[in-house]
Structures are given as structure tokens and as C-alpha cells.
């Protein structure tokens, strides 16, 4: 037996302003390397920084001629003052001045297949994807995946600070929440198994149990479209509530969620918002609009007619959020009251009118990225909606019976982690926000 | 266009303390009902609590004709001092004086097929899983649902904390890290395809982009085994970093990690940790083991022979585990250098001594619930050891792109969320610490 210290190894957050003057060894991966007539600069890539390291040839007596981008290495140094320009680049009031470097893994490839040390990432969406385990060693890119990861986990910390319960639901199910159509099959040792499109079902079960609850994981969507704004596997930030007043609380939970993730992301990823050149927003005033007023303004305002259709179509979606901007100063848009015919079975019909549901989308600067809406929580009307629908009520028997025991109005949502990374990051295509993308066409890296 | 306000429904997080002498109103779930001749009492099921409501039936004028457990109720009354003794119920310092009840949706039926109302929730496991929706109502499931939370968000937050990133990587793959066997397959659009048996590909990946990364999602695992310890589909805990030290900085990080989480628990869950009459452990001392050691260790002590197998027998990993709380005084005993011959081709294998990796396994009250450990990092090393194991290295380009690259030494461990709850919890079946568990028979609900 053997007791070990529990000393180090515990902080790769490096506060170098505290280190100024002194001498750090830090372990990284060379970025980038300018060799100039009296030595030259590293760019070394850290977990959270990658820092200009200035290597002077008669000091250090380094020489350039082992260095490769991408070789592993530990440098030694002294952290001084500096100003860099370069927004690839962070921190930048300090740079270490190189006393000796340590190659621990050199690359072995002379040529890297893309080009990473460059301010811009200038490779087409296939070659991106196809070296993605390269390609995300740019700072451009690793800036967006540090953004989801903040998403990530400020929508957990947001929703279990008000009393939610985080979930995990199985992904291997024997049945199919949002319809028979694009959905995954695989052989469960003797049975026929799915994976799941959504936790819907689970999550529903889950509010009979905690009130309130959430869940961050994969879903699976066999769709057969290969466009910008899907994936066939992608995060869904979903969560579930009792509803006191109607599918409104759900609107006013996530907008607090919304403002609290971006208020998390300029406070702790002010480098990635800079070096990307974007813009966090905050939702100043709740926008709601109907459905069927969507299709009105729409028409009125650009004489494109969608009045006939029972969706948004994505077109529509840029219109009203366009629309939105300019006349009611929002970049978000919820657009309430879908009609039912469009909307999965659970969903609560709006007692007033039950051609609509008391469900909403949430479009943010031309994209839905929310779906949501209150559900049903009587038997009795699952029943009557599912047989008008022509739908097996027995095959739904381990979903509807929390109906039976009693559960409360609830309803929840559905968000894309994906499209709000893409989104706010300005990514023309939502794969960019996947770290390895699944479409049609690619399963690999 | 309407505009909502942002003020409501934000918190259920109730301080009834502060609410003392004043009104509430509650929406919650009826979880038991005590009539007597003076009225009774109704505990009502809220996402964090279970309260006592107190119903005085001359002053109230409420009959308890309509009332049935697991009905859901809105309850108005007065928040009052108390003490009470029963273990299921917190806050257990207040009550509230109920002046009305509002049936929101009332429980079908009068005889639920589980009894969930008492102390104990006695059937068996079969019953449990059959009736999950129902049974998870129960206190001493939601405790332990409660505490899995914790642990999830925990052991991100703590990782964040020191510069780890986040990162999600796909579950629909096109090969297999840990081998061929158990392994669900499924049809991707014209090709065949994998479910992930762990993120061990994708995390080394993310090493070379972030140098410190975790992830926490689900696995699949087709073992066709039925026992206490395995789940077919369960939450794995990774995490992969740089490694300054060896191997043992992993040891350290996780430690930290489980002592954070342990910090945090005993923080935020004190109501479900005495209703379970659970001890949560602290790590005082980090013990290692020689796998080889161990062998020795158990012989010696118990006359049981293994020295001749290349793995812990999960009966030697019960008895290492004793005999560490006997002698070492820790509930906690990370097995180092465990075989070659049993570890994945890309473990590191010890430099003083290639018939042993520089790997280790936790064990926590009889049971692993970790494993983890350095990898190789050199492009050729991958090659001379898959070779030598008859692998196809081609089929492995995808992955082993990286090390071409260049990629510093690191490593990392996968940690079993459900193994560490049931340890925790003192529950003897790891399913009991899923919600809704996979196995070989079970895929409903």
C-alpha cells in the first residue's frame, strides 16, 4: 500500500497576472511559430489560453529547428508584461519569455492537412468535419464548443437553483414519443428496440415524482433531410414543470434561464465573445404572438401568403423574426397557440379554441430553437384524443398510466443546444455547433 | 404581439421559515392521508419536500369524501410551528393549517397497485421497476434520485472549477473502443452502425483541443449478463486530461472530485441523506494498491487463491475492500497496474515493466466503480501494440489521426453515476439506482 499526496495537479486555471515576474512551466501544444532573424514566438495552446511565448536566440540558446505546430511541449519561463493585437490570442497583457522547452510528443507530420495556425480557419465544411479532431484545435473553433459547454451548464445550475430535479432518461426505448416516422431500430438482444426521438414521455412521468425536473442528453432523429439546421443526433436541453397559471410559466422559466446563461457566458467567456466578434443578447421584454398572427403580419408586411399552411415554414420564421427586430426591438420571438393538427398528441388543447394548442416555438434571429407547450394530464382525454387520432391506446399503457394515479397541469420544453450555440456564435450551419457531426451522409470521425 | 411579465413562477424553492403565521398556496401531490375524528392529516408531495397539512374539519369545513393519495391538489393555509417525528416528511418544523383544497386532478384510481404512502416501500424489485412512475413517487426513491442529481452536477461543476471543458460526443459511432463484443448495433440509413460504449475515443481527441475535458452521458453495453452489478445502458462519468505527473494525477483529481461531491451532498442533501440513514464517507488518505498486491494481500489474509488471474474477481474486490477498512482505515482503494493482457490496446504499459499498465481501478465498499488510467500518446507505440494484438490499425485511422498530430501524454477514467449512488445509497441492485433500468428482459416503461 501506498498513500499518494493530494497536492497537485488540481488547477489548469492559471492566473498569470498573479504570476508576473516569475517563472511557470506549462504543458500545451504549439499553436503557431514565427521564426524571425533574433529568435521568434510560440503560440502554446493551454486548456483554457493560448499565450505568446518569445524565444531569444542568444539568451535561450533554443534552437527553432525541432519545433513543430502542433508538437506537445513544456516550456519554462518568466510571465512579462505585454500587449498583443492578435484576438487569437489570450491572455494578452502578458507573454513568457522562454528559458528552455521540452519536447514531450513532436508532431509528425510536417505538413499538417489543414492549415490551424491561421486567424481564420479557411477550409470548406467537409474538409472541417473530415480532420475535426484537428480542425477544433483552432482557437475559432474551440471558442464556439467553450460557449456550448457554458450553455451546457448554466441551464442545469439555472433550473436546479429554483427547485428542479435533474433527470437522466434511458435513450434504448420500446416505443416512440413524437410518431412512428424517423426513428432509429436496433435489435435488443430478442426484441425490437428504438432510440429515443425525445425524453418526452420520461419526462412527463418524472413531474409526477419531483414537480419540476431536467435533462440534458442526446436524442436521435432518423430523419432523411440534410440541411443547415439539422442533425440526426443532437443535445436537447429539455425540462418539465407543474404549471401554476397556464403554459406561460414555461415561457417565463426559460427566459430566465435564457438571460442567465447569457449573463454567465460575458461573465466567463468574454475571450471566446471577443475572438469570435459576436454578440450575447438579453432578453429585455417577453415577445409572445400568435400562431395565426405570425401568417398575418407576415402577409402584410412582405405579401408573402402562408396563410393556408398549419406550420411555420423556415422562411416564414426569418420574416417574423426580422419583422420582430425592427418593430418590437426583440430578437426573440415566441410564437404561441400552433395549431393542434400539427402538434404530437399530449398536447394541450387551448380550451377557448381547440382547433390550437397552448404550445409555443421560440424563434431567435431566424430559427426555431425552443418547442414547447402545457400537455394534457387526464386520462380520460388522452384516451378520446389518441382514438381520434387512430393511435393504439394500449401501446401507450407505461406512459398513460401516471394518468391514472393523478398528475398535475404541466407542460415543459425542448432546446436545441446546437441551434443556440449556432445561433449566437453566427454559424451559417448547426453542424458547426456539433463537436462531431451525424447526418445522413457521416458517421465518422 | 403581447408582452409577458417576468415575475412569476420562478421559484420552488420555498423557505417556509420565513413564512411562518402567513399564507400559503401549494401545488403538490397528496402522498398520504390520516382521517381521524377531529379531521386528519394530508402529506403533501412538493419538488423538494413532503409536507404536513392539518386539516381541522369544524374550522375548515373540508370533508375528505374526495380526497385520494396521488391526487393532485392546490392546498391554501397557514404555515405553523411543529415538530414532527416522521422521517419521510421535511420541513419537519413546520405544517401548514389547511383553509382549502382545490382538486386539480384527481387520482383514478382508489387502490394504486403499489402502496406508496408508507415508511417503507415494501415489494419487490420486479413490482418496482413494473410500476416505476408510480413507485419513484415514493420519499426514499426520490431521495435517492435526489442524490444521483447532486452527483451529476457536482462532479461537472468541480471539474469546470479547475479547467476542465465540457464536452458531448456522439453515441452513434462507427466503431468500437472497447471491442467487438456487447455491442449494440443498429442500421444508420445505408450502413451499419455502433452505439458507444464509452466516449473513450472522442475524449482522447478532445485532450489535443482542450487538454483537460469530461462528459457525462449515457453508455450502452449489450452484456448479456443479469446480475446486481451491470445495467445495459447507464450514465458514465469520464473525464481525460494532460498529464503533468503520470497517472496519478488522474487519482488526484478524481479524489478531489469525490470529495467536492461528498462536501456538496452533505450541503444540499441533509433531508434525503438522514430519511435513507445513509453515511456519506469523506477520502482522508488516498490508499493504493499493487494489482499483484492484492493477490498477495488476499491470500495471506483469507487463504482465497487468484493469484493466478489477470482480474479482480468482483469476491477479492469485496475482500480487499474489508480488509482496507481493517487496516487502512478507508472506505476507498484505487487498485493500481493492473495486466496488460486485460487492459484495451491503448493503455500505457509501465516502462519498468511492459506486463503491467500504468492503470488503476477504484474500489468503494466491495465494488469498482472507477477505471481509468494513462494511454499511449505516440503514433507508432498505437501501431506496434495493435498489431501485435492482430488489430486492424487502418480501421482505426479516424482515431489515430491525432497522434500523428502530436498529443501530450494524458489520460483519464469513466466513473459509473448509478454504481456510486447505489454505493452511497446502500442499495444492493445497481438498477435501483437507475431510473428507469435496462437489461437483458426490461425496456419498459
Given at each position: 500500500?501506498?498513500?499518494?499526496?493530494?497536492?497537485?495537479?488540481?488547477?489548469?486555471?492559471?492566473?498569470?497576472?498573479?504570476?508576473?515576474?516569475r517563472q511557470v512551466t506549462l504543458t500545451g501544444q504549439i499553436q503557431n511559430i514565427s521564426e524571425l532573424a533574433w529568435g521568434g514566438f510560440i503560440h502554446l495552446r493551454l486548456p483554457n489560453y493560448v499565450i505568446q511565448c518569445v524565444i531569444d536566440r542568444e539568451?535561450?540558446?533554443?534552437?527553432?529547428?525541432?519545433?513543430?505546430?502542433?508538437?506537445?511541449?513544456?516550456?519554462?519561463?518568466?510571465?512579462?508584461?505585454?500587449?498583443?493585437?492578435?484576438?487569437?490570442?489570450?491572455?494578452?497583457?502578458?507573454?513568457?519569455?522562454?528559458?528552455?522547452?521540452?519536447?514531450?510528443?513532436?508532431?509528425?507530420?510536417?505538413?499538417?492537412?489543414?492549415?490551424?495556425?491561421?486567424?481564420?480557419?479557411?477550409?470548406?465544411?467537409?474538409?472541417?468535419?473530415?480532420?475535426?479532431?484537428?480542425?477544433?484545435?483552432?482557437?475559432?473553433?474551440?471558442?464556439?464548443?467553450?460557449?456550448?459547454?457554458?450553455?451546457?451548464?448554466?441551464?442545469?445550475?439555472?433550473?436546479?437553483?429554483?427547485?428542479?430535479?435533474?433527470?437522466?432518461?434511458?435513450?434504448?426505448?420500446?416505443?416512440?414519443?413524437?410518431?412512428?416516422?424517423?426513428?432509429?431500430?436496433?435489435?435488443?438482444?430478442?426484441?425490437?428496440?428504438?432510440?429515443?426521438?425525445?425524453?418526452?414521455?420520461?419526462k412527463q412521468m418524472m413531474v409526477g415524482v419531483f414537480g419540476r425536473v431536467y435533462e440534458e442528453a442526446p436524442v436521435f432523429r432518423a430523419e432523411e433531410h440534410n440541411t443547415s439546421r439539422h442533425l440526426n443526433e443532437y443535445i436537447s436541453l429539455d425540462f418539465?414543470?407543474?404549471?401554476?397559471?397556464?403554459?406561460?410559466?414555461?415561457?417565463?422559466?426559460?427566459?430566465?434561464?435564457?438571460?442567465?446563461?447569457?449573463?454567465?457566458?460575458?461573465?466567463?467567456?468574454?475571450?471566446e465573445i471577443n475572438l469570435l466578434g459576436i454578440e450575447i443578447p438579453e432578453i429585455k421584454k417577453i415577445v409572445t404572438v400568435k400562431f395565426a398572427e405570425v401568417h398575418e403580419i407576415v402577409f402584410k408586411e412582405t405579401g408573402r401568403d402562408f396563410r393556408d399552411?398549419?406550420?411555420?415554414?423556415?422562411?416564414?420564421?426569418?420574416?417574423?423574426?426580422?419583422?420582430?427586430?425592427?418593430?418590437?426591438?426583440?430578437?426573440?420571438?415566441?410564437?404561441?397557440?400552433?395549431?393542434?393538427?400539427?402538434?404530437?398528441?399530449?398536447?394541450?388543447?387551448?380550451?377557448?379554441?381547440?382547433?390550437?394548442?397552448?404550445?409555443?416555438?421560440?424563434?431567435?434571429?431566424?430559427?426555431?430553437?425552443?418547442?414547447?407547450?402545457?400537455?394534457?394530464?387526464?386520462?380520460?382525454?388522452?384516451?378520446?384524443?389518441?382514438?381520434?387520432?387512430?393511435?393504439?391506446?394500449?401501446?401507450?399503457?407505461?406512459?398513460?398510466?401516471?394518468?391514472?394515479?393523478?398528475?398535475?397541469?404541466?407542460?415543459?420544453?425542448?432546446?436545441?443546444?446546437?441551434?443556440?450555440?449556432?445561433?449566437?456564435?453566427?454559424?451559417?450551419?448547426?453542424?458547426?455547433?456539433?463537436?462531431?457531426?451525424?447526418?445522413?451522409?457521416?458517421?465518422?470521425?
Open positions: 500500500m501506498k498513500e499518494l499526496d493530494f497536492s497537485h495537479s488540481l488547477s489548469s486555471l492559471i492566473d498569470f497576472d498573479s504570476l508576473l515576474n539568451k535561450s540558446k533554443i534552437s527553432f529547428d525541432g519545433l513543430r505546430n502542433e508538437s506537445a511541449v513544456k516550456i519554462t519561463g518568466t510571465v512579462v508584461t505585454s500587449t498583443i493585437k492578435n484576438p487569437n490570442l489570450w491572455p494578452r497583457n502578458v507573454e513568457v519569455q522562454v528559458s528552455a522547452i521540452d519536447i514531450l510528443a513532436a508532431s509528425e507530420t510536417p505538413e499538417l492537412p489543414v492549415d490551424i495556425s491561421k486567424k481564420v480557419l479557411n477550409c470548406d465544411l467537409n474538409t472541417k468535419f473530415n480532420y475535426r479532431p484537428l480542425t477544433l484545435r483552432h482557437p475559432g473553433q474551440r471558442a464556439v464548443f467553450r460557449i456550448a459547454s457554458c450553455i451546457y451548464n448554466e441551464f442545469g445550475n439555472f433550473l436546479n437553483s429554483i427547485g428542479f430535479t435533474r433527470i437522466c432518461s434511458p435513450k434504448i426505448v420500446s416505443g416512440s414519443a413524437e410518431g412512428g416516422a424517423n426513428v432509429f431500430k436496433l435489435p435488443y438482444f430478442d426484441r425490437e428496440a428504438f432510440l429515443a426521438q425525445s425524453p418526452q414521455f420520461y418539465e414543470m407543474v404549471l401554476e397559471n397556464g403554459f406561460e410559466d414555461i415561457i417565463q422559466v426559460e427566459t430566465a434561464a435564457l438571460n442567465n446563461i447569457f449573463a454567465k457566458l460575458k461573465e466567463t467567456c468574454r475571450p399552411q398549419n406550420d411555420l415554414d423556415p422562411e416564414e420564421e426569418r420574416l417574423i423574426c426580422d419583422y420582430s427586430q425592427k418593430h418590437w426591438s426583440s430578437d426573440f420571438v415566441f410564437v404561441t397557440h400552433y395549431p393542434a393538427s400539427k402538434r404530437p398528441f399530449y398536447a394541450l388543447n387551448d380550451p377557448g379554441n381547440p382547433e390550437e394548442t397552448c404550445s409555443f416555438d421560440l424563434l431567435f434571429r431566424g430559427i426555431e430553437i425552443t418547442t414547447g407547450g402545457a400537455r394534457m394530464h387526464i386520462y380520460a382525454d388522452y384516451v378520446k384524443k389518441m382514438e381520434r387520432r387512430g393511435m393504439n391506446v394500449e401501446s401507450f399503457e407505461s406512459f398513460l398510466q401516471i394518468f391514472r394515479y393523478g398528475m398535475p397541469p404541466h407542460g415543459g420544453l425542448g432546446l436545441g443546444l446546437e441551434r443556440l450555440t449556432a445561433q449566437l456564435c453566427g454559424l451559417a450551419n448547426v453542424k458547426e455547433a456539433s463537436l462531431f457531426p451525424r447526418d445522413m451522409h457521416r458517421l465518422e470521425p
